[in-house]
């Protein structure tokens, strides 16, 4: 199966996406909770739910968008990974897929309390130096079967959210409105100070884990630009709104002392106040709330953190086999199963309390760094960073988030906050060990930085440079249209490839008027689809014979030679070999394109004529884009046998030839034929290109301005010579004026 073949189905729609978050957030906040913050703060553990979704808010609103900006499957952890980079994409993929796995662990064993207090079942078995108890053996049973579930698909996850949250909200206004009618100010507990309020608020802030992680389904949710903000504020404004009118009914109906009595005896705080209000009826009305409450979270909980893991397996920060979708289900069913046997670990080795604050500090750590990507996309002004939603207020908005964010980290138990330490310094270690040799995902930070070198301190430069990427698969991607040529392109990308220990992907893209819709295309084009699987097997046939893996996928777009460039950036290449058309004006971008964006990678373009490497004539005058065009030299030179001619024309013949030796030597072509002459550029390379079967010339540097006005060197020697040309051109910066005037 092609990568191409396996993406997400977009299943979710607007109520099941904010059902998601809602679901999430809503089972252990107001179901478990509660006693304990009343507890310990007295009537201030209402505003410490507030504090809670205040910080919260400052995140939704920066994860709304980045979400669409990059609705992908990972969320937070693709954001983060896209702005900062793979080292903090570990952290940030570890840390949200581990912190879920914890919450998850979390939610089904308040799952099983509420189960035993149903069934009044208390047991317990020793099995070695772990003690199974009644409540972890129905939240690994419970955990079992959600696991299931999502394995199944997201559409069914959806369907099962609906229903779960628009009951148990149901019951929550019915408690609510018989705790109002109750409610005395003189019941509510004096307020304990402001530790107390910042130390609960570390301890609930479990309760706010929902609502990024609608982003991390953002793949799977119809219309993102419109669906995704309205999904992720909304649900962390309704839950807020939900906890603290529950909290201060809850606290205010009964008398003082009331919940204490019942945290001490060990019951449920919440169904004992539902039953002095509403009798055993509401009590068990409470307790079915429960049950569905935190059913609700951990199914959730596991639908994200698999998509989570899916991600990372998609940026080989974890291995590209966790990308495999089930072929009837469409989910990343491998993703689920792992994550799931991770929850069931954590039920049987966790406590309660620990795997509650431990899903509260990892998810700090993503929150802040979050807030942290936004800055940075806004900042570095990544071209293809176009989100349809502005946070209000930037940059104090996610500044506010990030500081809040990691500020109330310090008011979680300290084991915990070591043991966090610890998880993170895992996962740096992953990175370092593992992910930096295999990932190609190189952030926008360092990008931003390198590029700009000659400008930046040394340290912060030497920095971005010790924490890159150094391997990853290298990508050469081949938009193939015409048959006369594809064997061509495919035999040159194949010769790079090898040498590179990578893999060629074809792609054909297929282009759809304007006036018609690209999901109708792809289902009613069938004579087109017909022969872009025609033209893509035989590129898969060519590949073969050099023993590349290949792969290949057809793409319908209402753009052509467009659509080449987002292709690049999606699929992460790092080389396309492409062929000549007629925009082609001594470079690989069209003038709009030349513009407006920046090259994604390395870029060849192929004017075809017959491929024949036997002799190559490579003029070079230093260029930015001669160093590619060397390295495609001693490509060629190792698979072909090539003989390469070295041409440089220069008006002083010995300077030339000290130029030209230098070049040769800095460039591992001291085996090629020196050719140094004297005069009109383009003769001395048309008359040097007569003995040539092939002519491999950087990408001009002329402005566009220039090239209007008295016509592109490179295109001439295109337009003279007979023999095949091949065009390099290196992603480098240009500004403006460079692009306009040139350099």
């Known amino acids: 199966m092609s990568e191409a073949d396996q993406e997400l189905a977009k299943d979710l729609g607007p109520l099941a996406a904010l059902t998601i978050g809602v679901g999430t957030m809503i089972g252990a906040g107001i179901f478990v909770l509660p006693g304990t913050a009343i507890e310990n703060a007295g009537w201030f553990a209402v505003l410490s739910f507030g504090l809670g979704g205040a910080i919260a808010l400052f995140t939704a609103l920066s994860a709304s968008e980045l979400g669409t900006a990059m609705p992908k ?30 919450a998850s662990a979390f939610y089904m064993v308040g799952f099983g309390e509420y189960i035993r207090a149903i069934f009044g079942v208390a047991l317990s078995v020793s099995v070695g130096p772990v003690a199974v108890t009644s409540v972890k053996a129905f939240a690994l049973v419970g955990a079992v079967a959600f696991v299931g579930v999502n394995y199944v698909g997201a559409k069914e996850t959806g369907r099962l959210q609906n229903a779960i949250v628009i009951l148990l909200v149901s019951i929550l206004a019915v408690f609510t409105v018989a705790g109002a009618v109750r409610a005395e100010p003189a019941n509510l507990p004096p307020g304990k100070g402001l530790t107390p309020l910042l130390t609960t608020t570390g301890i609930i802030f479990v309760s706010y884990l929902g609502f ?137 080795a966790g406590s309660v309390e620990l795997l509650a604050t431990l899903g509260s500090v990892l998810h700090l750590i993503i929150y802040g760094l979050l807030n942290v990507a936004l800055i940075v996309m806004r900042e570095t002004e990544v071209v293809e960073y176009a989100p349809t939603y502005h946070v209000p207020l930037y940059p104090l908005t996610p500044i506010a988030g990030t500081v809040l964010s990691f500020a109330l980290i310090a008011f979680i138990a300290p084991v915990v906050i070591g043991l966090g330490a610890v998880l993170v310094l895992g996962a740096v270690g992953w990175y370092f060990g593992y992910a930096r040799s295999r990932t190609p995902v190189h952030g926008a930070l360092s990008n931003y930085i390198l590029e700009r070198r000659d400008r930046m301190p040394e340290p912060i430069v030497s920095a971005a440079s010790g924490v890159q990427p150094d391997g990853g698969e290298f990508r050469v991607l081949v938009p193939v249209a015409n048959p006369k040529h594809e064997t061509d392109l495919i035999t040159l990308a194949c010769a790079i490839a090898n040498q590179r220990d990578g893999v060629v992907e074809a792609i054909h893209i297929i282009t759809v008027p304007d006036q018609t819709s690209l999901e109708y295309a792809s289902r009613h084009f069938e004579d087109e689809r017909e022969t872009s699987q025609e033209l893509l097997a035989a590129a898969e046939r060519d590949a073969g014979y050099y023993g590349v893996p290949f792969k290949k996928s057809t793409i319908f777009s209402h753009r052509s030679i467009d659509e080449i460039f987002d292709a690049a950036r999606e699929h992460d290449a790092d080389m396309v070999v492409m062929g000549w058309g007629v925009h082609t004006a001594g470079r690989a971008e069209g003038t709009f394109e030349e513009l407006t964006h920046t090259l994604p990678c390395d870029f060849l373009v192929f004017k075809d004529r017959g491929f024949d490497p036997e002799e190559i004539l490579l003029p070079t005058a230093g260029g930015p884009s001669s160093e590619l065009s060397a390295e495609i030299a001693r490509v060629l030179m190792e698979e072909f046998g090539s003989e390469v001619t070295v041409l440089h024309v220069a008006d002083d013949i010995e300077a030339g030839r000290a130029f030209l030796e230098e070049w040769s030597v800095a460039h591992e072509l001291t085996n090629a034929k020196q050719l140094v002459e004297s005069g009109d550029v383009d003769a001395e390379i048309e008359a040097a290109a007569r003995e040539a079967t092939m002519v491999i010339l950087g990408a001009t540097e002329q402005g566009l301005i220039s090239r209007l006005l008295s016509g592109s060197v490179v295109v001439d020697v295109v337009e003279e010579v007979e023999c095949s040309v091949l065009i390099t051109e290196s992603a480098h910066e240009r500004s403006l004026r460079q692009r306009l005037f040139g350099r």
């Open 73 to 102: 499957a990972g969320g937070a952890y693709y954001y983060v990974n896209q702005a900062l980079g793979p080292l903090f994409g570990s952290i940030a993929g570890w840390s949200n897929w581990l912190g879920l796995a914890f």
């Open 212 to 348: 990024v992680q609608i982003t991390s389904v953002a793949e799977e949710i119809k219309d993102p630009g419109r669906n995704l903000p309205r999904a992720v504020i909304g649900s962390v404004v309704l839950v807020t709104a939900i906890y603290m009118l529950v909290l201060i009914t809850m606290a205010a109906a009964v008398d003082q002392g009331f919940i204490a009595e019942q945290q001490l005896a060990g019951r449920i705080a919440i169904v004992e106040v539902g039953r002095l209000l509403l009798g055993p009826a509401g009590a068990m009305a409470l307790l079915l709330g429960g049950l569905l409450a935190t059913a609700s979270s951990a199914n959730a909980s596991i639908l994200a953190s698999s998509r989570i893991n899916f991600a990372m397996g998609r940026d080989r920060l974890v291995t590209p086999d966790l990308n495999v979708v089930h072929p009837s289900f469409g989910t990343p069913y491998r993703s689920i199963a792992i994550t799931g046997g991770l929850i069931l670990l954590f039920i049987v």
